[in-house]
């Protein structure tokens, strides 16, 4: 089965630039989405199809996909971004299958 | 504006069998390209995909769990139910339930509050 891995934490400083990675066996190839989840709330899309931002989001979010490595990254990062961020994919191989990285904590200083 | 809710019980002995709703509004689970996707949360830890059904009746699910999940759908009610079998406190998480409206790449947009299933004697 595909396997998604993510670091389980970063640090950023505020109004600094923070990027996430999200690693996996040739995962250019594949569409990647992310989700922010803050503290007792469901998870929200943040990025679909590697780099499109949902209406609402602000432009801070960016993301970027190539060889085995897609990164969210957050510009200009404010307290306010603090939360947990999974990637996720679709693996159209014999499983079929809707696949979530392990999830990385955002924290700002 | 779309909108999902699961509705459930909270708490569940083990090896008995977990029945979740997900009621919808603001879409048509008839429309073409649109999908319900379940997914679970054990406390502290991360998201677990667990089944997806389309607005054909395709339907998929988790291979580490497809032999305990069923997924079905109610057009008419506006509702998704998953049912899953012989339950463990292993199972013990928050359940959310997902509309996709790309059934080609599968993300999830919006995603319901989520319930909390405990599993314990």
């Known amino acids: 089965s595909y396997v998604l891995t993510q670091p389980p934490s970063v640090s950023v400083a505020p109004g600094k630039t923070a990027r996430i990675t999200c690693g996996g066996n040739n995962i250019g190839s594949k569409s990647v989405h992310w989700y922010q989840q803050k503290p007792g709330q469901a998870p929200v899309l943040v990025i679909y199809?590697?780099?499109d931002r949902p209406s609402g989001i602000p432009e801070r979010f960016s993301g970027s996909n190539s060889g085995n490595t897609a990164t969210l990254t957050i510009s200009r990062v404010e307290a306010g971004d603090e939360a947990d961020y999974y990637c996720?994919?679709?693996?159209?191989?014999?499983?079929?299958?809707?696949?979530f990285g392990g999830g990385t904590k955002l924290t700002v200083l | 504006q779309i909108t999902l809710k699961e509705s459930g019980p909270t708490l569940v002995k083990p090896t008995q069998t977990l029945t979740l709703t997900c009621t919808f509004s603001g879409f048509s689970l008839s429309t073409s390209g649109v999908g319900v996707g379940w997914i679970r949360q054990p406390p502290g830890k991360a998201l677990e995909w667990l089944a997806l059904?389309?607005?054909?009746?395709?339907?998929r699910y988790s291979p580490s769990l497809k032999s305990r999940l069923t997924i079905t759908k109610d057009t008419s009610k506006n509702q998704v139910v998953l049912t899953m079998t012989n339950m463990d406190p292993v199972d013990t998480a928050t359940y959310y339930c997902?509309?996709?409206?790309?059934?080609?790449?599968?993300?999830?947009?919006?995603w319901g509050q989520g319930t909390l299933v405990t599993v314990s004697s």
């Open positions: 996720q994919v679709w693996d159209s191989s014999s499983d079929h299958s809707v696949v």
């Open positions: 059904i389309y607005w054909d009746d395709d339907k």
């Open positions: 997902a509309h996709t409206p790309d059934t080609f790449s599968n993300w999830f947009d919006p």
């Open positions: 199809y590697d780099s």
